[in-house]
């Protein structure tokens, strides 16, 4: 059995929402949850681990819808999605770890809007920053800082690919793009390791 719920776990029915499926077996394909004013990042389980069309079933097993606030804009050139503020950053991350290719692509624009202090989010003490895109999914966009300033950004790991962003990676026919962005903080970790991006590669 396959119980299927919304972010405030309310269940979900109908057609699109498969209610059985053997043990053992993989789920063809996904249903897609909408929510106004929402970015779906996927299903996760009881664990938090997001479902892919390669997770079996093992059990009757619960998934509960991964969303994050839309921001502000059109994620355009003229009007791109606007950041100004650490949780912003951090629903940037999200959406660049949920794989959604529709908010991260040569096509899709962010721009900082305020300078954003992030201690509030990493230190010493609350622990480190998790970069901004990894290995498997590495950011694609176009962020524009708009000259403002990204401050105390802090990382203490052993893991490779560590930085404000992790790892970007474009594609020839559409290169990834940070641009007119201060920043300043402390960044260790393994290999590919460095402030603003710990590798970047066609951008």
Partial sequence: ALTWN?????????????????YGATLDAL?????????????????????????????????????VPLLPGSGTAESPYELDSPEDLVTLRKIVASGNTAYN?????????????????????????????DYSRPFKANFDGGGKTISNLYISSTSDYQGLFGR???????????????????????????????????A
């Fill in 31 to 67: 249903p897609e949850y909408t929510e106004e004013n929402m970015v779906f990042l996927g299903w996760a389980n009881s664990y938090g681990e997001l479902l892919t069309t390669s997770t079996r079933i093992t059990g009757a097993m619960t998934f509960t819808a991964q969303v």
């Fill in 6 to 22: 919304s972010p405030d776990n309310q269940t979900l029915s109908g057609d699109a929402y498969p209610a059985t499926a053997e």
């Fill in 105 to 133: 692509s040569s096509s899709v624009f962010y721009k900082l809007t305020a300078d954003i202090d992030l201690s509030s989010v990493c230190g010493e003490e609350t622990g480190s920053w998790t970069p901004i895109g």
């Fill in 168 to 202: 970007v990676y474009g594609t020839y026919s559409g290169y990834a793009v940070i641009k007119d962005l201060a920043l300043s903080g402390s960044v260790t970790g393994d290999e590919s390791v460095g402030l603003l991006a710990g590798y970047a590669g066609y």
